[in-house]
């Protein structure tokens, strides 16, 4: 399995990132030929996300997309998605599903100014998130997070290695259940610590790292840091309460697992 982050800037986009999406890739056959294959799955595909997707693959070949909620910066560019499935020169393509929060199709058809029947239906096959989905090689597991919105944190596992993912969320419990032996968690740092920060809505890189450490995960990817913030204090927090394999997430990073 390969983990690229597509994008990775916290809130909007950033000068040097668009907002969150990761493309997850793995090799196995196609059910009913047996012919190998890569599988191509997106999680989250934020303001910006589609543009920088084709450096990395050709968005026509994703088989399918989770949104962990649906806040500008992790969907907003399904917008564009629909307009390259819908529209493109080689002909309108086939649907592929899409999970996410209950009102994703409503929340996508408004944000394109669509009537909500059809909405985007006939380029995507909406689903609700589900505790376990397999997609190809691939297992994605939800579990709800705090938030002001529906939120979902993720597990994407394949070939016996997984990847957590936090989505956008306060420091809570289910999200270290989810994350437990994980061996890439991929945790979203917007908040500083010692600022008077709501709560319920995102994590500081302290927290961070306390949550890597309760779900003894391999290594602690920070992510979703707003442009407004210095990356480098969200990893000097989370050096504080975790001492394991630390790193900042940036545009083109690929992990292999």
């Keep these: 399995m390969r983990l690229t982050v597509v994008g990775c800037s916290g809130s909007y986009p950033g000068p040097s990132s668009s907002a969150s999406c990761y493309l997850f890739e793995a090799e196995a056959p196609e059910a009913g030929t047996g012919e190998p294959r890569t599988w191509r799955i997106l999680v989250d595909l934020g303001n910006g996300g589609l543009g920088q997707l084709h450096r990395y693959a050709d968005p026509l070949t994703i088989d399918a997309v989770f949104l962990s909620h649906l806040h500008a910066d992790h969907c907003l560019d399904m917008c564009g998605f629909y307009v390259m499935r819908k529209y493109h020169p080689t002909g309108a393509q086939p649907r592929i599903p899409v999970w996410g929060p209950a009102d994703t199709p409503g929340r996508l058809a408004r944000a394109y100014d669509l009537p909500e029947d059809p909405g985007m239906t006939e380029e995507f096959d909406f689903r609700p998130h589900q505790p376990v989905v397999d997609v190809g090689p691939f297992r994605v597991e939800t579990a709800p997070v705090v938030h002001p919105v ?108």
Excluded: K
């Excluded at 936090?166 to 600022?195: K, N």
């Design 150 to 257: 529906d939120a979902f944190a993720l597990r994407i596992t394949a070939g016996g290695r997984s990847v957590a993912y936090s989505g956008d969320t306060g420091a809570c419990e289910s999200l270290d259940r989810l994350a437990a032996g994980a061996d890439v968690f991929l945790c979203e740092a917007s908040f500083r610590d010692g600022e008077a920060n709501p709560p319920d809505l995102h994590m500081t890189g302290s927290e961070c790292g306390t949550s890597a450490a309760r779900a003894g995960v391999g290594r602690l990817v920070l992510t979703h840091v707003p442009p407004w913030h210095d990356a480098e204090n969200a990893l000097a927090e989370a050096r504080t309460t975790w001492d394991g394999p630390l790193e900042l997430a940036v545009p083109g990073a690929v992990y292999t697992l």
